[in-house]
T-cell receptor, first 113, second 113 residues
């Protein structure tokens, strides 16, 4: 089966750093995505990792270890607008295609003043 | 460029009725995906089109759901007859190729009463 785990909720302070972890057990692996979703809005793409290591993009970084089935999203210099749900998703190959996304339940991050 | 557009944004129907959801992908995106999130659960894959062909429909819950993408442009997802457990948010996503990221629409919130 497919299983992606991430914490349900996290709270952090404005200006701080927060790390959101994601572990996965899937039948295949073709990349890991992080999405941000504000309530009632579309999930928006944050990052993509297919090889081990750290990918940095501004205040956001994402790390992947394929051997451990583990990823994290690191958010620096937190702002109030970063309050949102963060979705971890693994692309799993299907047939001859590159595959489709398997999502975790998401981590609701609340940023406090 | 215009994003992925979904219509309607909300729909409330009675059990046993029919509802059709529409998705307009980003122009030129051959890959179109349907996902669904029921309350308290993770976003789950329904099916994947490449142009007008169904690449993968392994996530479709049962034969009450029918997806089409005539002409390889917009797609419709029809639920007939709707049941209470069909309530949730239906997301559409598109991508230019299978190695690219996915752009999601804001979703259609379907409530079956």
């Amino acid at each position: 089966g497919q299983n992606i785990d991430q914490p349900t909720e996290m709270t952090a302070t404005e200006g701080a750093i927060v790390q959101i972890n994601c572990t996965y057990q899937t039948s295949g692996f073709n990349g890991l995505f992080w999405y941000q979703q504000h309530a009632g809005e579309a999930p928006t793409f944050l990052s993509y990792n297919v090889l081990d290591g750290l990918e940095e993009k501004g205040r956001f970084s994402s790390f992947l270890s394929r051997s451990k089935g583990y990823s994290y999203l690191l958010l620096k210099e937190l702002q109030m607008k970063d309050s949102a749900s963060y979705l971890c998703a693994v692309r799993v190959p299907y047939g001859g295609s590159q595959g489709n996304l398997i999502f975790g339940k998401g981590t609701k991050l609340s940023v406090k003043p | 460029e215009a994003g992925v557009t979904q219509f309607p944004s909300h729909s409330v129907i009675e059990k046993g009725q029919t509802v059709t959801l529409r998705c307009d992908p980003i122009s030129g995106h051959d890959n179109l995906y349907w996902y669904r999130r029921v309350m308290g659960k993770e976003i789950k894959f329904l099916l994947h089109f490449v142009k007008e062909s169904k690449q993968d429909e392994s996530g479709m819950p049962n034969n009450r759901f029918l997806a089409e993408r005539t002409g390889g442009t917009y797609s419709t997802l029809k639920v007939q007859p709707a049941e209470l457990e069909d309530s949730g948010v239906y997301f559409c996503a598109s991508s230019p190729g299978q190695l690219y990221g996915y752009t999601f629409g804001s979703g259609t919130r379907l409530t079956v009463v």
